[in-house]
């Protein structure tokens, strides 16, 4: 069992940064790929960032990339997300999941657990 707790979200003007922070308990948190997902009102939950077990690999969309980095801290279960460049279209809930393995890492069924979300609020 994963529990996951995001913080760091926000208001923020367009052009500006926040990073966000998903806590992890269990002593498993090693085991897990992580992936950021983020979901605006009226529309899908989409993928945004994932990162593998061991943060030697990383994937992004392409909507973000280059302006979202992500990383992990296994010693501190943690996992973060950087975003730098923030346009109003990044508002959204965003959303930390867990899975095993990589497959299929941008599906959003395919992860185990979920955090609760933080919000965060781009302004024009």
């Known amino acids: 069992q994963v529990q996951l707790v995001e913080s760091g979200g926000g208001l923020v003007q367009a052009g500006g940064s926040l990073r966000l922070s998903c806590a992890a308990s269990g002593r498993t948190f090693s085991r897990y790929g992580m992936g950021w997902f983020r979901q605006a009102p009226g529309k899908e939950r989409e993928f945004v960032a994932f990162i593998n077990w061991s943060g030697g690999s990383t994937y992004y969309a392409d909507s973000v990339k280059g302006r979202f980095t992500v990383s992990r801290d296994n010693a501190k279960n943690t996992v973060s997300l950087q975003m730098n460049s923030l346009k109003p279209e990044d508002t959204a809930v965003y959303y930390c999941?867990?899975?095993?393995?990589?497959?299929?890492?941008?599906?959003?069924?395919?992860?185990?657990?979920w955090g609760q979300g933080t919000q965060v609020t781009v302004s024009s």
């Open positions: 999941a867990a899975r095993i393995g990589t497959s299929s890492f941008y599906i959003v069924g395919s992860y185990d657990y």
